[in-house]
């Protein structure tokens, strides 16, 4: 009755009791220095479990931070393979380009511009100098030699397209090359050329060259007599092995009188690449740099042209030799190319990555906290 009175059951006695007893006392950190050292280094344990579950990703799935990293570079790799012909196509697109509208290696195969340019040297030819200047006295030309010596034959480059697809093909030994000609550049339109004065010297518009910088030892200016005037738009051309050179004097009984076309000009060959104990710069020599030239180059019109009559007999002729260039293989124009497309290719690589990266951000940041109408 008593038990009753106060409001308690026996079964909800019991049941305290057996709590009381499954729960276990937490140890006193003041009694139990043990304990106290355990509960400090939980933290540590607690962050070192979250980390291997990061990396460990959820629930056996392996798609943690260890994971997705190699995912990532496995993409890379890919990503680089896929790329890579891409850059190829970029790289010989621009050697093409390059080959056929800028700079141009070509191989010397005879001695006609001795010592000037010798037997095997390889020359960096400019096709991209006379867009922007005019041909100057002494620059040495490479020039296509078919029909430039009969101006009613002298070939055309056709248009970009055509010009384009030549300079392909031609990279890789099809089509025909042309005959491709090296001489120095004595006369310009207008010009009186003649030899030889009582010093036995080359004059344009009367004045003398000094040529010793560039003639080949013992050679004389020349041996064949001549008297013209350079036709407009065409230039008078001789080698500087002056005794093997088959040039403009020996073509004066051609309709050109011996001059070549301006527009037959390719480019000016400014510098020997190969071998290279001849490397060095091709400038123009001081004796073109005379004033006199230009002042004298009105009067020297009124001279008329010399009979072509005075050439060399034909066993000489038949000796000389004309420079006849062979264009060097496709390694330079594409080592330039791939030059130019690595770096284009890894930037356009990095703005993707870049961009990619940014997005996936924004996305892991979700949307802003959704405001309602005020």
Request: glycine letters at 12%.
């Amino acid at each position: 009755m008593s038990g009753a009175g106060r409001g308690a059951t026996p079964g909800a006695e019991s049941g305290a009791d057996a709590s009381a007893q499954a729960t276990p006392q937490s140890p006193d950190p003041a009694a139990d220095p043990a304990a106290e050292r355990e509960s400090a280094a939980s933290p540590a344990a607690e962050a070192t479990d979250a980390t291997a579950a990061a990396d460990a990703g959820p629930a056996g799935t392996g798609t943690g931070t260890g994971a997705g990293t190699r995912t990532v570079r496995r993409r890379r790799k890919r990503s680089f393979w896929r790329e890579f012909p891409i850059l190829v196509a970029i790289a010989l697109i621009l050697a093409v380009v390059i080959k056929t509208f800028a700079i141009q290696a070509f191989w010397i195969p005879s001695g006609s511009m001795e010592n000037t340019l010798e037997i095997n040297d390889r020359v960096l030819v400019n096709k991209i100098v006379y867009h922007t200047r005019p041909i100057h006295r002494g620059d040495i030309v490479v020039f296509n030699g078919d029909g430039s010596w009969d101006p009613g034959t002298v070939p055309t480059n056709g248009n970009i397209f055509q010009q384009f697809a030549a300079g392909f093909s031609s990279m890789f030994g099809f089509g025909h090359p042309g005959d491709i000609l090296i001489k120095r550049v004595i006369g310009l339109p207008g010009d009186h050329v003649a030899c030889c004065d009582a010093q036995g010297r080359v004059t344009v518009n009367g004045v003398p060259l000094s040529e010793q910088s560039y003639l080949y030892p013992g050679d004389a200016p020349s041996l064949q007599r001549f008297n013209i005037t350079v036709p407009p738009g065409r230039l008078w051309v001789m080698g500087d092995h002056r005794l093997v050179s088959d040039d403009s004097r020996d073509h004066m009984g051609d309709p050109g009188g011996g001059t070549i076309p301006e527009s037959a000009v390719i480019g000016r060959a400014f510098v020997i690449i190969w071998p290279i104990s001849r490397w060095r710069i091709l400038p123009i020599p001081a004796t073109f740099q005379q004033p006199k030239l230009n002042a004298a180059a009105s009067a020297g019109a009124s001279a008329g042209a010399g009979s072509g009559a005075e050439t060399a007999d034909a066993a000489q002729t038949a000796a000389l030799l004309s420079a006849r260039l062979q264009p060097s293989g496709p390694a330079l124009p594409l080592s330039l190319g791939f030059a130019v497309a690595l770096p284009l290719t890894w930037l356009q690589r990095r703005a993707r990555i870049r961009i990619a990266r940014r997005r996936e951000t924004a996305r892991s940041r979700g949307p802003g906290p959704w405001r309602g109408p005020a």
